[in-house]
Every structure is written in C-alpha cells, then in structure tokens.
C-alpha cells in the first residue's frame, strides 16, 4: 500500500522520492511516525512528490526505495518483527551499501545491530547494518536528551530504553550527549552511523525539531533517485516553530 503526498509548490514536480516505513504496525510508539510525516511535508515544500509505502510482516519489500525510516518498539514488538527482519536483512544490507539513506529509532536501531540480548537473557539477532551490540540494563534511561554532533550541530529528542548500546570500529557515533545518557550511560556517545544510515534512541519525535537532520536525509534521498539536492528557502513562520520547539525542550529537565 502507498500514498501519495504531492509537492505544494508551484508548476511540475522536480522528481519523486519512494519513502518506504518498516514495520510502522509493531514498532511505532512515541511519536516516531512523525519522522515520515515530516520528512514527506519538508520534501512536498521543496517541489517534490512522495510516495510513501509501508512494510509489515510478511509482505514483499520493495527495493527500489530512495529513504527508509523505522521506529521504536517494545520488547514484544521486537520479538514479533525479529525473524521477518532477519529474512530482509540482506536486501536492507544491500540497500544501505548502495547509499539508500535511513533513519532507525530504538528498537529497530538496535536490531539494526548484530544483536539485542533481553532482559530475561534471550538473544535476538539484529541484521548488521550497523556495528553495534545492545544488552538490556537494570534501569531505564529516560528523559531530554541533546547531542552535540558533527555536521548537524545539536540534535534534540527524549530518550526512553533500557538498552545498553556499545558500537563496533565499523560505526562511529550520531554525536556526544550534553546532557542524557545515550547509549550506554557511561561512554558519553549517542546513536551511530554508517553509510547513510543513522540509528539513534532519540525519540520525540526526533525530527521535526531537527529539521537539519530531515533535510540531509533528503538531500541523499533526492541523490539516491538520480537528481541533485537544490533546496530552496521556505518561507512563513516555520522557523520561528522549530526554534521555539527546540528552547523548550532543551529547557525542561531530564
């Protein structure tokens, strides 16, 4: 099943971007749906269409996708997508090599991993899109959370997991935390990155108040279709939004 969000501005399109949500019926809590709805309102502002499509269990996966986004989940909702994800790993490996670019929150960045060990000691094993390893911890990390990081500047959300995440030499962090705990509480780094895809525990959702980390994941997904990033200024009040959106959050304690 796909929607169409068509561009807003004026005269033809400028290209079409195939924005593909995995799993939004089992890994889809706090808000990180959002991701998706911002990511296709900020692309239509900048004269694109958006064909945004969706994956759940059991269906085919379409692979000719220009950006993929999935959120956070509980343990349980982990445990029902796990084997299915294992099937479309390779495919989702593939897509990542081939600079697809995606966005993965909580549960899914941490099966994005080589593996999830539960609290009750089972061990899920994740696709290794990214190098890292997650181990439930005996507390729950929760709170606002700001990472200062290379290329976005700082990123704002709200953690919420009790996942203790290390990387591997293959991944390197989202950023350093200021203030949170991150991914483990005790390195100081937050989420990871490798390609184009970015994992993090930063829900909120994270991207509507980080609207420099929404537009660099178009920017590859225009590339990844074949065109090249040439956005324009979008005027309105918008910007005031996001700022204030940002003060506040950073503004309240943990």
């Known amino acids: 099943m796909s929607t169409l969000y068509e561009h807003t501005t004026e005269g033809p399109a400028r290209g079409r971007i195939r924005l593909l949500q995995l799993y939004p019926g089992d890994m889809n809590i706090y808000g990180d749906w959002g991701n998706a709805l911002v990511l296709a309102r900020r692309a239509q502002w900048q004269g694109y269409d958006v064909e945004m499509l969706s994956y759940d269990r059991g269906q085919e996966l379409d ?4 950006l993929v986004v999935g ?4 343990d349980s909702g982990q445990e029902r997508i796990k084997e299915d994800l294992l099937a479309r790993g390779q495919a989702l490996r593939d897509m990542a ?10 549960g899914l960045y941490q099966l994005f991993g080589h593996h999830f060990v539960t609290s009750g000691g089972q061990e899920m094993p994740g696709i290794g899109v990214l190098d890292a390893h997650t181990v439930a911890g005996p507390l729950r990390l929760i709170g606002n959370i700001a990472v200062e990081s290379e290329g976005f500047g700082t990123v704002i959300g ?3 997991h009790s996942g203790l ?3 591997g030499p293959g991944a390197r962090p989202l950023g350093r935390v200021r203030p949170g705990e991150g991914n483990n509480g005790e390195d100081g780094t937050e989420g990871a990155r490798c390609h184009h895809v970015i994992g993090t525990y930063l829900h909120g959702s994270l991207l509507p108040k980080n609207p420099v980390v929404a537009d660099w994941l178009l920017a590859r997904a225009v590339e990844r279709s074949g065109r090249q990033w040439d ?4 005027e309105g009040p918008l910007g005031a939004w996001t700022d204030r959106a940002r003060e506040v959050a950073l503004s309240r304690p943990r």
């Open 158 to 160: 709200y953690e919420n």
């Open 71 to 74: 959120g956070g989940g509980q």
């Open 97 to 106: 090599e081939a600079g697809t670019p995606m966005l993965v929150i909580c």
């Open 165 to 167: 995440t290390r990387l």
């Open 231 to 234: 956005p324009v200024a979008v």
């Open 63 to 66: 692979e000719d996708i220009h």
